[in-house]
């Protein structure tokens, strides 16, 4: 079976400072990866999608970028955070070629605040 | 481009009963997939159902079940026999079958179900 993991789980950072977040999936191989944003009350939003080691597409134009640097690796970075930046991260897979690749399935996600 | 629509931003229910909610979209797509995720208070996302837009019968999963109408645009969750465990934000959310590679989630803004 396959599993999602995301860390860190929660991360304070200060206005200017760095962020890189980790996802990495198990038992499946070249799977779609997806990083959304949830505010507070609010739906998800799509930031990045890949398809593939180094294809990177985003759907949303702001200071955050991604990179995919193996198969079952996604990460999620900046090289310098805004206080808009605090949210719910989540990550996610689909299958790529073959299976459900509709369905999306989703990691525990990361609680990001910017002081 | 589509569009989600969650009405209800809260819903209640004993424990036992049953409780319906209700979700719209706008699309001009013949083909695409429709899905009900639950987000918990450990926020991460879980697939309760999905459904075809070309299969005419409405999925059903244990106590989940759907009320598909794609002429009017609607895609509401029965839960039945609701348990505490059902309490959780509820999300609809809409994904074309085109092929051209999106893979974008449109995701409702979310129904709170209090048990």
């Known amino acids: 079976s396959q599993t999602i993991h995301q860390w860190p789980a929660t991360l304070v950072q200060p206005v200017g400072s760095p962020l890189s977040l980790e996802c990495t999936v198990e038992g499946t191989s070249n799977p779609n990866l997806y990083w959304y944003r949830q505010a507070a009350g609010r739906g998800l939003q799509l930031l990045f999608y890949?398809?593939?080691?180094?294809?990177i597409s985003s759907e949303v134009p702001q200071n955050l970028s991604a990179s995919r640097p193996q198969d079952r690796q996604f990460i999620l970075s900046s090289k310098k955070l805004l206080l808009s930046d605090s949210g719910f991260y989540l990550c996610a897979w689909s299958f790529g070629t073959s299976g459900e690749s509709d369905t999306q399935y989703f990691g525990p996600g990361t609680r990001l605040t910017v002081l | 481009a589509q569009t989600v629509t969650q009405s209800q931003p809260e819903m209640s229910v004993q424990e036992a009963e049953t409780v319906t909610l209700s979700c719209t979209y706008d699309t001009s797509e013949s083909d695409y997939y429709l899905f009900w995720y639950k987000q918990p208070p450990s926020r991460q996302m879980i697939l309760v159902i999905r459904?075809?837009?070309?299969?005419?019968q409405n999925a059903t999963e244990n106590r989940f079940s759907v009320n598909f109408q794609k002429a009017a645009k609607s895609f509401s969750l029965k839960i039945s026999d609701s348990q505490l465990g059902d309490a959780a934000m509820y999300f609809c959310?809409?994904?074309?079958?085109?092929?051209?590679?999106?893979?974008?989630?449109?995701f409702g803004t979310g129904t709170r179900l209090k048990v």
């Open positions: 890949s398809v593939g080691i180094g294809q």
């Open positions: 959310a809409y994904r074309s079958a085109s092929t051209s590679g999106t893979y974008k989630y449109i």
């Open positions: 459904q075809e837009a070309y299969k005419q």
